[in-house]
């Protein structure tokens, strides 16, 4: 009872709501959210008649969420559901569109009509009667949990009420409610705060119901955060996801979330300018965010919620949920409610209760679908007048065409041409040969993207590298030149004239089998497919090897030219028989959609002969990847994603805490990503260190490189960065504080780097230079062993993106990729992380190559200690 006297008064009475709904029936629940509302339609039962609780009074689990929106398709004639995909861990993704029964006869036309406003080749659709489209989007982090409860409520009310207004939004709108954009991460949450409930339910902020144990319920199953995967969509939710957006592009889109437990509420309009993309129509910001935000301040004046609006949050990068809309005719809008964790939780006003931010969220939420009704036609011809101007501003922009391409590796190339056209954007075949920028663009292996198209802004979001920016302080990252993080060869055209037929889908991949031999198959390394073969080869017992010569070799169909990295196969001498090892040949180059060759002769046609001492036999990697309390989960979970999604290998996932007595000779490769590792005591360091010794391969990410080098593990050394711009004995206002030192931070800008391609860390790579993201202020100096740089910053590296002064003259000619051999093993030391955000096809290949070519690596003139 002590705490209730240090409540204030606001908190005291959230309290005392809170109790009266643990023990009221069904209509207090109703008259604590819907106090104004009497005349609900019997029939439809609320969330609290169909789950045997009120809502906010525990967490609903993920199943029981969507049974309760089966329920309500069920019972109205207003409601429709449909499963739009599977989360990785086979949760249904659902969406309940809720409209009049009369919109819903003659749903299919609404949206063609719909659609037909978004392109400009097509007539205007009158407005008058067109719906406008609602997308209600909650609970995208999985531990901001209020929001999918809010997903019934919103839902029961829509339904359920039978007044005017309520019956006019039906008319005039089609609410989609996305109840969990995170499945498997809220259901992770829910579990860790159900099953730490207490009776009664603990305020403490120390309990342990409000701290759930590392990676938390933030991430979806590989630990992303998928408010960032809108527009890379590394992953199945958001590609589902954006398969029904653009089914719909709807007008108004909401992504719900919650802050710190001691702030308020949030929503847009986001920081004018400095927090909004330069591509988006002004329209878009000082109109629409400006015209929703009365809405939803006047909804939550009404409850005496407490908000704020434009000091803080990003609405700049695409793929946020609330930006991703901006860029389709349509306002994306975030709302923030200060978080309970929990069911509830004291903060600096009180004690913060689930039901009081379930309520925030609901009335904003319904604020939203008023707003959008009464702003219909604003809104609807918006998106049309949005997408007219993106033809005009495309036609406008000095480059009218980027053509792009790759002509030694077809997967990564079609992965790249897959994501533009998820994201629905005009793609034409390149109709002859060209050169530009110094590069050369071979008809059939490059295509063209005419900036003159309805997703110009896209277009020049994925293509075009940003340096100008209106202010020096990033949320997250400042660039997303997805070109770049493909690593593929582009350049602006100032003419679409090389644009052929139109591209809407690739044709199946195909593979093609090689005779079978008596001697050796060969694998090209260029594909980057080639991993994922590699490792199925190596996991069904063949002996692989691996080129540190190029050779041409005379295949069955004629002389063929090899690269370092490629594999060879020999035949006889894997364990099991000829005819053993074509059926397992065959069953990889189906799987992974590879071709192999095959030779009848050692003898190349050029170069080194296939018994040569610059082959080395590989080892299959038995990868260790240690996780938990103070390790990045985003970059352990992309570590994870990789070696699972695309090269389907196992790797272990072991707490740091039970590093000390595990056995680590069944591991000859240990991963250790960004985050602190001073839990780790001598003795463990020095168990660590005799593994190295012994012949381990050591991978490391940014601070962990850091870290190793401190450690002695590896040799190196670490280059300051420039991390305040405070000098000492400087006087700054005390109000500038935030923009001076957040200026000084690598929020994330893209370099480049010279990367030695003889290298087995380099295999596979057909050019030196080499965009890498950076999103850290690790900067290591280059080894004195001449041979041990194998990536380093250029002298003039910086491509795209904010990055200061300072750091950027730190950054200039240090190295991004370091070896350093240790006895019989060695320690791989990455500056930055090669896997960011999943979506880095191009450096994400340095880390396979870490991973399969790490035991083959013998530095020349090897112990030369860097400074
Ligand atoms: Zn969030």
């Given at each position: 009872m002590k705490s209730i006297f240090r409540k204030s008064a606001k908190g005291l009475l959230t309290s005392l709501l809170l109790w009266a709904l643990l023990v009221l029936p069904a209509q207090a629940q109703n008259s604590y959210y819907f106090p104004k509302t009497k005349n609900f339609d019997p029939n439809i039962p609320t969330p609290e008649q169909f789950l045997g609780y009120g809502i906010g009074e525990r967490q609903t689990r993920y199943d029981r969420v969507v049974a309760y929106l089966q329920e309500l398709a069920r019972v109205s004639d207003k409601a429709k559901i449909e499963t739009i995909g599977h989360t990785y861990e086979h949760r249904p993704q659902v969406i309940l569109s809720i409209t009049s029964p009369q919109n819903h006869g003659k749903i299919e036309q609404i949206r063609q009509e719909h659609l037909q406003l978004a392109d400009p080749a097509k007539a205007a659709p009158a407005l008058t009667k067109m719906p406008v489209l609602v997308h209600l989007g909650y609970n995208v982090h999985g531990n901001e949990s209020s929001s999918t409860e809010v997903s019934m409520l919103t839902a029961y009310y829509l339904l359920a009420n039978q007044d005017p207004e309520t019956q006019r939004y039906l008319q005039e709108a089609v609410v989609f409610i996305d109840p969990a954009l995170?499945?498997?991460?809220?259901?992770?949450?829910?579990?860790w705060v159900s099953m730490h409930q207490g009776n009664p339910a603990v305020s403490d902020p120390a309990d342990r119901e409000h701290n759930e144990v590392w990676p938390g319920g933030r991430g979806n199953h590989y630990w992303f955060d998928l408010n960032r995967d809108w527009l890379p969509i590394a992953h199945v939710e958001s590609r589902n996801r954006l398969e029904f957006y653009h089914k719909w592009l709807p007008n108004v889109v909401i992504d719900f979330h919650e802050m710190g437990t001691n702030s308020t509420y949030y929503f847009e309009p986001s920081k004018p300018y400095s927090s909004e993309n330069r591509l988006i129509p002004r329209s878009t910001y000082d109109g629409l965010n400006v015209l929703m935000a009365k809405y939803h301040a006047e909804a939550l004046d009404e409850l005496g919620s407490l908000y704020f609006t434009k000091e803080q949050y990003d609405n700049i990068y695409p793929g946020y949920g609330s930006t991703y809309p901006d860029f389709q005719g349509g306002v994306g809008i975030t709302f923030e409610q200060a978080s309970s964790r929990g069911n509830k939780q004291e903060n600096s006003l009180g004690v913060l209760t689930f039901a009081f931010t379930i309520r925030n969220h609901l009335a904003t939420g319904l604020a939203t679908v008023k707003a959008s009704v009464e702003n219909r036609e604003t809104l609807l011809r918006n998106q049309r007048e949005f997408y007219q101007s993106a033809l005009t501003d495309g036609r406008k922009n000095g480059v009218r065409a980027y053509v792009y391409g790759e002509n030694f590796d077809a997967t990564r190339l079609r992965k790249f041409t897959e994501l533009l056209l998820a994201h629905r954007i005009?793609?034409?075949?390149?109709?002859?040969?060209?050169?530009?920028?110094?590069?050369?663009?071979?008809?059939?292996?490059a295509y063209v993207v005419p900036t003159e198209q309805p997703q110009y802004r896209l277009v020049e979001s994925i293509f075009a590298k940003t340096k100008e920016f209106d202010d020096s302080v990033f949320y997250d990252a400042s660039t997303w030149t997805l070109a770049l993080a493909y690593n593929l060869p582009h350049a602006g055209l100032k003419s679409k004239a090389s644009a052929g037929k139109r591209v809407t889908e690739l044709a199946p991949t195909n593979y093609t089998l090689p005779a079978q031999s008596r001697y050796a198959y060969l694998l090209d390394w260029a594909d980057y497919n080639a991993a994922g073969a590699l490792y199925l080869l190596q996991d069904k017992g063949v002996i692989t090897q691996t080129v540190f010569k190029p050779f041409t070799a005379s295949t069955s169909t004629g002389p063929k030219a090899y690269q370092p990295g490629s594999i060879t196969i020999p035949v006889a001498s894997q364990k099991i028989s000829a005819d053993s090892l074509y059926k397992v040949i065959h069953y990889v180059a189906a799987k992974k959609q590879t071709n192999f060759e095959s030779v009848k002769t050692g003898l190349s046609v050029q170069g080194i002969d296939l018994g040569s001492n610059n082959i080395q036999t590989l080892k299959k990697p038995e990868a260790l990847l240690l996780t938990g309390q103070g390790i990045t989960s985003y970059e352990a979970g992309e570590v994870w994603f990789l070696l699972d999604q695309q090269l389907h290998m196992p790797i272990s996932k072991v707490e740091l805490s039970s590093f000390p007595r595990l056995n680590l000779n069944r591991y000859n490769t240990i991963v250790l990503v960004n985050g602190s590792y001073n839990s780790?005591?001598?003795t463990a360091v020095e168990r660590l260190k005799r593994w190295v010794t012994d012949g381990g391969t050591l991978i490391t990410f940014k601070s962990?490189?850091?870290?190793?080098?401190?450690?002695?593990?590896?040799?190196?050394k670490v280059i300051a960065a420039h991390d305040t711009a405070s000098k000492a004995g400087a006087r700054i206002d005390f109000a500038n504080a935030a923009p001076t030192e957040g200026a000084q931070s690598v929020?994330?800008?893209?370099?480049?780097?010279?990367?030695?391609t003889s290298h087995p860390l380099g295999?596979?790579?057909?050019?030196?230079?080499?965009?890498?993201?950076?999103?850290?202020?690790?900067?290591?100096?280059?080894?004195?062993?001449?041979?041990?740089?194998?990536?380093?910053?250029?002298?003039?590296p910086w491509l795209s993106g904010y990055v200061s002064k300072g750091n950027l003259s730190k950054i200039k000619n240090s190295a991004a990729l370091l070896v350093s051999d240790q006895g019989q093993g060695r320690v791989i030391l990455f500056a930055d992380n090669p896997n960011f955000r999943g979506t880095w096809y191009g450096t994400n290949r340095l880390f396979f190559n870490a991973i399969f070519f790490g035991s083959v690596i013998k530095t020349p003139g090897t112990t030369v200690a860097a400074e």
């Open positions: 995170n499945p498997d991460g809220r259901d992770r949450h829910t579990n005009e793609v034409y075949e390149l109709d002859k040969s060209l050169s530009a920028d110094g590069k050369k663009f071979e008809k059939g292996k780790l005591d001598k962990a490189s850091e870290w190793a080098i401190k450690q002695g593990i590896a040799q190196g929020g994330g800008s893209i370099y480049e780097v010279d990367l030695d295999f596979g790579f057909a050019e030196r230079k080499l965009p890498v993201y950076r999103n850290s202020t690790t900067i290591l100096a280059p080894a004195k062993n001449p041979y041990s740089t194998v990536a380093q910053y250029t002298k003039d």
